[in-house]
Every structure is written in structure tokens, then in C-alpha cells.
């Protein structure tokens, strides 16, 4: 049966512009899908610039983080099925903050650029309010990674905050991170 977000997937990927936009299917993950997407977030991690996961993490770890700890874990696929992005959504505090979810989304690298983090955020929205969130928070954006923030800014979330040098860059070393947060249901 097509939900809500099914058809919140269909609007943003059909938004005229001046490139293509993928297509994504986006749909809850099954244990099938590791093969794929455990080096993709493995790959991501190791990088040292995005995520605090110590960039050593196993897959093991990412997997008991990314799949086995959140409320959901949804995927994002090609319409040949190939598994290319990825987020989940969690309540972000226990008991009395519980209904601020946080999410963590991720994008193959080859395939980055092409709206597919936009999809995956615009389902994760209508997500959280069929899962009783009321807003979405960000915990830890890192302030090198522009991309992201310029996204998330444009998908409506605002910088509440700015963590000095909160996040420890591989290859830059100590930089600040954002705290990003968009109200959903007042
Ligand atoms: C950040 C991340 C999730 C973005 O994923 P993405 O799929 O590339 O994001 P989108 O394509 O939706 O949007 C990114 C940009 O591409 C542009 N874009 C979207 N579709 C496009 C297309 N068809 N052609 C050209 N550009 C396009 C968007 O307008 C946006 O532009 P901007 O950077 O000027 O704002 C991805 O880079 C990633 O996985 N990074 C590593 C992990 C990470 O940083 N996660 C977020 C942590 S806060």
C-alpha cells in the first residue's frame, strides 16, 4: 500500500530542475540489504569527516548502531534495486525528550549530487510524524561539511547551535559542529 511518504518520494523526485533527479525508491531496510550497504557506511566512516564513529568501527559496530539501535533504518535504491542511501530515524532523548527524533543519512559516493539526500530527508520528515516525533534534531553537523549543511538549511532546518570543536577532522583536525533543528508538528 502506497503511505504518505511514498508520495512525498514521487513529489520531490519529480521537481522540475536543471538536472535529471534520481529516483529513488525509498523503503525499509531488510537484512538482505547489508551486503550493499555496510561498506558504503563503512566506507563513509572511515573517512573521519562526517560522523564521530571512531573511523576504525567495524562493520559489526555500524551495524548494531545503524540497524539494530534506531526505531527504523530506511534505504534508499536505483530502480534496477541497487542499494545507494541510507538514514535512520531514533528518538534523539529518552522519556521527556522523546518526541525530537534524530536521524543520520548517508549517500554512496558515486551517486552523490543527484537529489538522492534530499529524497531521503523529505521521507524521514514524514516519517517522524507517523512515528509521534514533533521535531527533527541534528546533533552533530560538522561545519566543514557544507554540502550538508547548505541541504539541510534548504530542507528547513535551522543552526541552533555551534559546538566549539566538538568534532576531531581526520584531516583537519579540531573543527566546530552545528546543532541543526526543525520544528515538525507544533
Ligand atoms: C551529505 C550527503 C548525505 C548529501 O547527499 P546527496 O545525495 O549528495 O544530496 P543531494 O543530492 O540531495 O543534495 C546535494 C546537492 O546536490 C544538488 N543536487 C541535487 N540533485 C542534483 C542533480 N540532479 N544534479 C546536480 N546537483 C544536484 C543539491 O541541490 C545540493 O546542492 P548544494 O550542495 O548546492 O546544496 C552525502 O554527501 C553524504 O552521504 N555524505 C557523507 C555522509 C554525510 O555527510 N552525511 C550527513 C551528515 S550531517
Avoid at 521537481?15 to 531488510?30: D, F, N, S, T, V
Avoid at 534505504?75 to 538514514?87: D, L
Wanted: overall charge positive; hydrophobic content about 45%; proline content about 6%.
Amino acid at each position: 500500500m502506497a503511505t504518505a511518504a511514498d508520495a512525498m518520494v514521487a513529489r520531490v523526485s519529480d521537481r522540475p530542475g536543471p538536472h535529471p533527479r534520481a529516483m529513488p525508491l525509498i523503503r525499509r531496510y531488510r537484512e538482505d540489504d547489508w551486503p550493499a550497504l555496510g561498506p558504503i557506511l563503512h566506507e563513509t566512516f572511515a573517512a573521519g569527516d562526517t560522523y564521530a564513529f571512531d573511523p576504525a568501527t567495524s562493520l559489526a559496530e555500524i551495524h548494531r548502531a545503524w540497524i539494530e539501535l534506531p526505531a527504523a533504518t530506511f534505504v534508499a535504491c536505483t530502480p534496477e534495486g541497487r542499494v545507494v542511501g541510507t538514514y535512520y530515524i531514533k528518538a534523539n532523548q529518552p522519556g521527556l525528550g522523546s518526541h525530537v527524533c534524530n536521524c543520520g543519512y548517508v549517500v554512496a559516493p558515486d551517486v552523490q549530487g543527484r537529489g538522492i539526500a534530499s529524497a531521503l530527508c523529505e521521507h524521514s520528515q514524514v516519517e517522524a510524524i507517523t512515528l509521534g516525533f514533533r521535531a527533527m534534531q541534528f546533533n552533530l553537523v560538522v561545519s566543514t561539511n557544507q554540502r550538508a549543511i547548505r541541504l539541510w538549511q534548504r530542507l528547513g532546518f535551522a543552526i541552533v547551535g555551534r559546538l566549539p570543536n566538538a568534532f576531531r577532522h581526520r584531516s583537519l583536525g579540531f573543527v566546530d559542529a552545528l546543532v541543526m533543528y526543525k520544528v515538525l508538528a507544533s
